[in-house]
T-cell receptor
Framework: NAGVTQTPKFQVLKTGQSMTLQCAQD?????MYWYRQDPGMGLRLIYY???????DKGEVPNGYNVSRLNKREFSLRLESAAPSQTSVYFC????????????????FGPGTRLTVT | QKEVEQDPGPLSVPEGAIVSLNCTYS??????FMWYRQYSRKGPELLMY????GNKEDGRFTAQVDKSSKYISLFIRDSQPSDSATYLC??????????????FGSGTQLTVLP
């Protein structure tokens, strides 16, 4: 059971280049999330997918697009990278157990460190 | 003003000390409170989970929620060098849609010195 996996681990882009960050989970979770983490800013939600076939904007969606490819996979695309998108990107998924008190728990991947020059 | 405020530290303590980590929040609708631990260059992992007010204990860790003051705490007893990490608080109101979004604090960096 690998949990949440992310590729690549590291990436350097030039301004204006595009790339896709990949995320997959093998826990049969319904909801998936993309966050970015910057010093002093904590984790900020970029986009999320409540269930297969749906996606919604989070707090900081500008400059990003997402695709929920199937139940397992949720990708994040930067169409034209900018230096302000230099960050660590985390993908997460949510268990959604029957017990509503436990259904908020999110499991995180190891992150992708992206530098845009 | 951020919805969730957390002192970024860094906090440095000797091994065996009691550590207190705190977050304040402004949204009175928050009901679910979590603490995540994040080791350097790793993803966050859930440490403690509490609902509404009160205390919860798990080994050396105790989570407290004071909803009247909009203040949550994480206490670590007999701290170990392996506790050195960044600790993030996270919270959510009941039924924030089907996605159950979390609002995170910015994290407190803790170092426990041997």
């Amino acid at each position: 059971n690998a949990g949440v996996t992310q590729t690549p681990k590291f990436q350097v882009l030039k301004t204006g280049q595009s790339m896709t960050l990949q995320c997959a989970q093998d826990m049969n979770h319904n909801s998936m999330y993309w966050y970015r983490q910057d010093p002093g800013m904590g984790l900020r939600l970029i986009y999320y997918s409540a269930s297969e076939g749906t996606t919604d904007k989070g707090e900081v969606p500008n400059g990003y697009n997402v695709s929920r490819l199937n139940k397992r996979e949720f990708s994040l695309r930067l169409e034209s990278a900018a230096p302000s998108q230099t960050s660590v990107y985390f993908c997460a998924s949510r268990k959604g157990r029957e017990n509503p008190i436990l259904s908020y728990e999110q499991y995180f991947g190891p992150g992708t460190r992206l530098t845009v020059t | 003003q951020k919805e969730v405020e957390q002192d970024p530290g860094p906090l440095s303590v000797p091994e065996g000390a009691i550590v207190s980590l705190n977050c304040t929040y402004s949204n009175s609708a928050f009901q679910y409170f979590m603490w995540y631990r994040q080791y350097s260059r790793k993803g966050p992992e859930l440490l403690m989970y509490t609902y509404s007010s009160g205390n919860k204990e798990d080994g050396r860790f105790t989570a407290q929620v004071d909803k009247s003051s909009k203040y949550i705490s994480l206490f670590i007893r007999d701290s170990q060098p392996s506790d050195s990490a960044t600790y993030l608080c996270a919270m959510s109101p009941i039924s924030s849609g089907s996605a159950r979004q979390l609002t995170f604090g910015s994290g407190t960096q803790l170092t426990v010195l041997p």
